[in-house]
Structures are given as structure tokens and as C-alpha cells.
């Protein structure tokens, strides 16, 4: 499924709140210097057209929420929705995942990271391309919290069942749990734009939480 064309983003909107760099992010990492406070801080892998950012954001203003995402043109469009409804707790910035993980965040620093959909790379040659790989996971696993959560999503069942056996093998992290295939309340009632999509198109979706054990 391709995606669609993005909607043109108001030339008066300000994003110098809600988009940022990677360069443009402190060293060392400081929610202060991001959102303005400290707050609980989740992490969006691949934030698209900033669906879940937003409507976590909206629900949630007691937490924080830094959306990665590779692709600038995608990174705008997630930020204009969030400058266009005013929700200061969200930030996007343009980035690789992977290096933000691994040079940026400290041990222990995140409540929960969010792994939705992310690229199957279907060429076997490309598959070490594929973001659910050893060393990210074990960024993961040193940047939650005890207690945090891992939420991975994805279509591609040969991907889901290959990140399952790796976070089994590689990490201490306790799971897979089972997560319940929700019906929509309303026709925008899903994680992503990318979750919507597949469930319209009678597709299914392949689900697990991974949650830190204390101490």
C-alpha cells in the first residue's frame, strides 16, 4: 500500500517548538531543554504522519512524548499537527532512530518506547537494514526504565515472530504480552495511519508489549 500524498502544511504555522534536529538536541540529554520540564518521556520510532503522537499527546499532558522520524517531509507534517493543536508535550525530531538511541539517550531515561510498523526491508540482503535488530534492541532495553514498555507492531508476521525470538534471546525484557485487537470507536480511532490502513484492508496486524522488570 502506498502511501498518500501528504496535505500542504500552513506557511504560517511556527515549528521551531514542535521540530527539531538531531543537532539541534542537547549533549547531554535534558527533557528541560526539549519540552520545558520533566516529565515522564516516551519514544515514537517512526512517527509518519504523527497520528499516535498527537492523540497520546491529547490524552496524555502529564507525559512527554519525542517522536523519531527519518523522512523531513513526514517529520513537518507530524509537527504542523502538533503546533496546530497547541500540544507543547510533543516534540518531532529528523533523525535516524538508531544513532538517537544510541549516542543521545541515557540508561533508564524512557517510561515506554513505541515500534509501529516499522520498514520489513523484504530482500534478504537488506533485512540487516531492519530497525528490530540486536544492537537496537539492547539500546532499548538500557534506555526504559524498570517498569518501561517496548510496544512493537507490525504486519509482516515473518518480522514479528523473528523480533520476538531476538528480544527473547538478547534481552531480559519480559514478554511477549498479548495485546487485544481493539474496534474502532471512530473512523481515526487507530495507533497510526499505517494500522488504519491495513485493518481496512481486511489485512492483519501483529501485536506485543515488552514491559522492563525492576531492578
Known amino acids: 500500500m502506498g502511501r498518500r500524498a501528504l496535505r500542504k502544511i500552513d ?7 514542535h521540530l527539531k534536529t538531531f543537532d539541534e538536541l542537547p549533549r547531554p540529554w535534558q527533557c528541560e531543554a526539549v519540552f520545558g520540564r ?3 518521556l516516551e519514544v515514537e520510532v517512526g512517527s509518519g504522519k504523527g ?12 507525559v512527554d512524548f519525542l517522536g523519531i522520524e527519518i523522512a523531513r517531509k513526514y517529520a513537518r ?7 496546530k493543536r497547541e500540544l507543547t508535550n510533543a516534540v518531532v525530531v529528523v533523525a535516524d532512530a ?16 513505541h515500534v509501529y510498523f516499522p520498514d520489513p526491508w523484504w530482500k534478504k540482503r537488506h533485512k540487516k537494514r531492519r530497525l528490530m535488530r540486536e544492537s537496537f534492541v539492547g539500546d ?18 515473518e518480522y514479528f515472530r523473528t523480533a520476538l525470538e531476538m528480544l527473547a534471546a538478547r534481552t531480559c525484557l519480559e514478554g511477549p504480552l498479548e495485546v487485544r485487537e481493539a474496534a474502532p470507536l471512530h473512523d481515526m480511532d487507530y495507533r497510526t495511519h499505517f494500522e488504519r490502513r491495513t485493518r481496512q ?3 492483519p496486524v501483529f501485536r506485543a508489549q515488552f514491559c522492563k522488570p525492576p531492578g
Open 11 to 17: 506557511p504560517g504555522l511556527d515549528l521551531s517548538r
Open 98 to 113: 538508531v544513532r538517537v538511541f544510541h549516542d543521545l539517550l541515557p540508561d533508564g531515561s524512557l517510561a515506554a518506547v
Open 201 to 203: 484492508h481486511g489485512q
Open 77 to 83: 507534517f507530524s509537527a504542523a499537527s502538533l503546533a
Open 140 to 157: 532499548v532495553e538500557r534506555t526504559l526504565q524498570p517498569g518501561g514498555k517496548l510496544h512493537f507492531w507490525t504486519d509482516v508476521e
Open 51 to 62: 497520528l499516535f503522537l498527537r492523540g497520546a499527546a491529547a490524552e496524555r499532558p502529564n
Open 38 to 40: 520533566r516529565a515522564p
